[in-house]
């Protein structure tokens, strides 16, 4: 017997083995059910969870010979006929290699005669229908508008923007979803029992996060890892084959980053590169890492989005790394998979970025900068009060008398009292010791602040409500009432 791929030796032949997509199932066999059947159909949704699948069961449904019926038998001559592609009443089209008007004039002449052998249903099936061209869709409005009654178009496609509203407004529009990782994983455990394969759980769920949601890219990833696995899926044996990097070696590269170990962490990613894994492909798996890693400091510890169990990351690293940090580092690793399109040596960047890394912990994100500035303006603007002194009131205008304004107003003047400034030896330094006058004082009294709070074991800070950016902060300090006082000269 000629080898057949799962993709097709295992495709859904009812609606009830639709996996994934239960409103669809549920709506089509009730209409099924009550007799109230559409003639147009439009199935949209990304490739590989079920549309074409949908769209035959259908048929099955509409022209099996105990039908029309939700569950069709699969044993009558109609049903197996549509199974393999040979029957005459169901016509299926490929959209993207019959684009032209002729061809959609050639399926108007069609619908004029009645089905050949069931006599029930001519069902249509165009796949790909926004490859049509506009005129192609022009052409169909009338006949989808108003078709013979056996007549039925199913339309299915990847790209629902590209369909006219014109042909959206005449069909049912049923929208397919991706499918999720842990009903791909149970269907190609069940798959693994049909076939007498053993396979570790760890390695079908790789299988199905790599398939990102499509039951036929796990199908055809699955026929490519038991073609050298020799009946036993080991999760190491893919690793090896595909050039992947396992989570125990990310672990140990974290953890020599988050020790400021460039050295090991260099060599590390050396033996990581000579192994086979390609720059490109290692670059994807450690922006995987992170981002699992920022799931977990996050608190999600679903093992389907992490990838892995929570327990299998490295805690020396969840410890040292907090969410900031871990925010940047993706930040890099997405950065540097752009640059090594265009770079020079992909490796030179990737080693750069490996450098940055393990001086993650002393970065200092923004917001972190813009609370310390704060402080600082704080700090000195506390200062420069103490400096002033006290400010005494005013004492009320007199009014001047009717005999001489100009007198009244020269006691007014002698009467105000003067608001004490700091001494001539202290207009350069504030209460706390602060000078400013000197060039760079200001940026040295910044350093030494920021050394005094321990910059390179910050844990995260808190968000600030604050837009202000750290420069503008640092404007205003210079433009603002700390430049106009007295600790500065004018």
Not at 100 to 107: A, F, K, L, T, Y
Not at 259 to 275: F, P, R, W
Not at 337 to 354: F, K, N, Q
Not at 356 to 363: E, M, N, Q, T, V
Request: proline share 5%; aromatic share 6%; with cysteine.
């Amino acid at each position: 017997m000629a080898y057949e791929v799962t993709a097709t030796r295992r495709r859904p032949k009812s609606f009830d083995e639709l996996a994934g997509q239960e409103f669809v199932a549920a709506t089509l066999k009730k209409s099924i059910e009550t007799g109230h059947i559409a003639h147009a159909y439009l199935f949209s949704g990304p490739r590989g969870c079920g549309k074409t699948s949908a769209a035959r069961i259908l048929a099955r449904s509409l022209n099996c010979e105990k039908g029309p019926t939700a569950a069709p038998c699969g044993v009558c001559s109609s049903c197996r006929e549509i199974s393999k592609g040979t029957s005459l009443d169901v016509i299926e089209i490929d959209g993207a290699s019959n684009t032209s008007v002729n061809d959609v004039r050639q399926i108007r002449e069609e619908v004029l005669f009645p089905p050949a052998q069931s006599g029930r249903r001519k069902i249509y099936i165009i796949d790909e229908v926004h490859m049509l061209s506009n005129s192609a869709f022009n052409a169909l409005l009338k006949t989808i508008e108003e078709p013979p009654p056996y007549i039925v178009f199913i339309f299915a496609t990847t790209e629902l923007h590209e369909v006219p509203a014109t042909i959206k407004s005449r069909c049912q529009q049923f929208a397919f979803r991706l499918i999720a990782i842990e009903t791909i994983r149970d269907i190609l455990k069940d798959t693994c029992a049909e076939m007498g394969i053993q396979a570790e759980d760890e390695a079908l769920f790789w299988i199905a996060k790599e398939s990102t949601g499509s039951l036929r890219d796990a199908y055809t990833l699955f026929d490519q890892v038991v073609s050298f696995s020799d009946g036993n899926i080991r999760t190491a044996a893919i690793r090896e084959k595909l050039g992947l990097v396992g989570l125990d070696m990310l672990n140990a590269l974290a953890e020599a980053c988050a020790a400021n170990d460039s050295a090991g962490a260099l060599t590390l990613m050396d033996s990581i590169l000579e192994s086979g894994v390609a720059i490109e492909q290692f670059v994807i798996d450690l922006a995987g890492y992170c981002r699992s890693l920022l799931l977990l400091k996050s608190g999600v510890v679903r093992e389907s989005l992490l990838g892995y169990s929570p327990d299998r990351f490295s805690a020396p690293v969840l410890e040292r790394w907090d969410e900031v940090h871990i925010e940047q580092g993706l930040s890099i690793i997405l950065s540097l998979y752009r640059d090594i399109r265009y770079s020079l040596s992909p490796r030179y960047e990737l080693e750069t970025a490996v450098s940055k890394l393990c001086w993650l912990d002393k970065w200092i994100s923004p917001v972190e900068l813009s609370s310390a500035v704060i402080s600082l303006r704080n700090s000195i603007l506390s200062g420069k009060t103490a400096a002033m002194g006290p400010v005494a009131a005013e004492p009320p205008a007199t009014e001047p008398s009717a005999g001489g304004s100009a007198a009244g107003e020269r006691s007014a003047g002698d009467n105000a009292r003067v608001v004490p400034g700091p001494a001539a030896g202290d207009a350069k330094k504030s209460g706390d010791g602060l000078d400013l006058s000197a060039p760079g004082s200001f940026a040295a009294e910044f350093r030494k602040m920021m050394a005094a709070r321990g910059t390179s074991a910050l844990s995260a800070p808190e968000r600030s409500d604050t837009r202000e950016s750290p420069l503008e902060l640092v404007r205003q300090m210079f433009r603002g009432t700390i430049v106009s006082g007295p600790l500065v000269k004018s």
